[in-house]
């Protein structure tokens, strides 16, 4: 803030600064009109611009300064809020100090020979900590946003206010909900034990009761929804959750079911008698799957002429028999009857007719077809001889001979005797079969020949292995000091 302050009596000191400082002195009812328009409170600073490295910004403070009376000439202190230059000052720092810039020059020595003080000059600048401990710093200073952030900021709350138009439901009830309807928000906090947020129904009449739905965790991973209605869960309380409809062209309300909060439930029933109080209207009552009992002392569910039901005080039943004492038992079962060591119930001549054979018991059984012979898979059914001479015949394949090795050599232990080099005897699959099928080998010695005296130097072998890469077996076989190619006999078994 600039200003010139021509009130002072004795002569005032026209000169060329004085006229720099006019073009500024008397901008007062402009800013007073600016600052009523952003609707400033004197009590309270504001940022209007924010200040840069390489342009000052703006504030808005109160300070106090000097005003002359025009009449007496004598000086008075005003508290106005002021639009003073914010300097950079280097940073952004969070407190802004006050400086008079004209502290110390802004004095003019007057006609009547005394320096009064003409030129002002505020401004503020960042500081962490004030040049001046006698400089007023301010903190907190409040925002003022631009026309077009505000503009913006309108927009965004008209867009705001169309969307909660078109979400909010009305109280009477004139436009439906199409979204899900979301009771209050998940307390992870609560511990179980602890009822969540609750939906209220408010009473009528004078009635007060309260009614409402809410969760309740009584346990990890366990939920209830509770439903809570009045406030007499005693005997004999009327106080109930209903089930009902209308009538076309007839009562607006029917009746259908209770649960009351006494503990009594009535079907039909508006005011139940028994815990369970069922009105069938001539209808019969159905139970579907429901669980078998163990068979011993039931007594039979009977049913007065009021319609209770209670159970008979006597046994319906004859006592199991034993092999003392008649009574009754159960048949057994063909799983029974093929092997269990159940004593209790009776076998017919039928199911032991049918009682299969099994390693550890006697019995009947199929025999196996051809196919079922092949397959291997059932093991309830019985081969003969012949069966099985055909089977083998069919399935498997043994293969035998003999052969002389090739390449002949002799050598340390250690390395002739993996050498598929050397001494090697290749054997191929059958005719149809594979090296895939192979199931089993068996390679043996025929013939070795050994070179010198037979002693604790010599070492022979006899090996064999798949390649899959040629399809076929190879065997290699010899001695450490031979004199000439060995030869061995072989088995193989192939399956299909």
């Known amino acids: 803030m600039k200003r010139v302050n021509f009130g002072h009596k004795g002569g005032f000191p026209l000169e060329q600064e004085t006229l720099i400082h006019l073009q ?6 402009m800013l007073e009109a600016l600052l009523g328009q952003w609707g400033i409170d004197p009590n309270q600073n504001y940022l209007v611009k924010e200040a840069s490295n390489s342009e000052d910004g703006w504030i808005v403070t109160t300070i106090p300064r000097e005003e002359i009376n025009a009449q007496t000439g004598n000086a008075f202190t005003v508290t106005k809020p002021e639009l003073l230059r914010l300097k950079f000052n280097g940073a952004k720092r969070p407190n802004v100090e006050i400086l ?25 600048q960042y500081v962490t900590t004030p040049s001046d401990p006698t400089n007023t710093v301010i903190t907190g200073l409040v ?3 631009t026309i077009i952030a505000l503009s913006t900021d309108i927009a965004n709350i008209n867009a705001e206010i169309n969307d909660v138009k078109q979400d909010y439901l009305p109280r009477n009830g004139s436009r439906p909900m199409t979204g899900n309807l979301v009771l209050g928000e998940n307390q992870p906090t609560l511990v179980p034990g602890q009822e969540g947020n609750r939906l209220y129904f408010r009473g009528t009449f004078s009635n007060t009761d309260e009614v409402y739905m809410s969760k309740f965790t009584p346990a990890s991973d366990v939920t209830e929804l509770r439903l809570k209605v009045g406030d007499n869960a005693q005997f004999s309380s009327r106080d109930a959750f209903t089930i009902g409809g209308s009538v076309s062209g007839g009562a607006s309300w029917l009746e259908r079911f209770r649960v009351q909060t006494d503990g009594r439930v009535g079907i039909g029933v508006t005011s139940p008698a028994r815990n369970l109080d069922v009105d069938a209207a001539n209808s019969f009552l159905r139970f579907r799957n429901l669980p078998q009992v163990t068979v011993n002392q039931e007594r039979a569910l009977v049913i007065n002429t009021s319609g209770d039901v209670g159970m008979s005080r006597d046994s319906i039943l004859t006592p199991n028999a034993t092999e003392t004492v008649r009574g009754k038992a159960e048949i057994a079962t063909q799983t029974e009857t093929n092997g269990s060591t159940d004593n209790t119930r009776f076998i017919t001549p039928r199911k032991l007719h049918n009682r299969t054979a099994t390693t550890a018991r006697r019995g009947i059984a199929e025999l196996a077809d051809f196919n079922e012979a092949i397959a291997g898979t059932d093991n309830t059914k019985i081969m003969t001889a012949r069966r099985v001479r055909d089977f083998m ?35 191929r699959p059958p005719t149809g079969y594979t090296i895939f ?7 043996s010695i025929q013939t070795i020949d050994f070179a010198g005296d037979v002693d604790g130097n010599d070492s022979f072998f006899c090996r064999w292995r798949r390649n899959y890469t040629k399809g076929l077996v190879e065997v ?18 192939w399956k299909k």
Request: hydrophobic fraction near 35%; proline fraction near 4%.
């Open 437 to 443: 099928n192979l199931v089993a080998f068996l390679p």
């Open 476 to 493: 290699i076989c010899n001695n450490t000091e031979n004199r000439a190619p060995a030869r061995i006999n072989y088995l193989g078994i």
């Open 393 to 427: 015949n069919s399935n498997y394949r043994f293969a035998s001979g003999s052969a002389t090795v090739r390449f002949s050599s002799g050598g340390p232990a250690n390395t002739i005797a993996i050498d598929y080099t050397k001494n090697l005897v290749e054997v």
């Open 24 to 29: 500024r002195a008397y901008a007062d009812d």
């Open 100 to 124: 008079d810039l004209r502290k110390n020059t802004g004095s003019l020595e007057y006609a009547d020979g005394q320096p009064k003080r003409v030129y002002e000059e505020w401004v503020g």
């Open 143 to 145: 925002t003022l946003k």
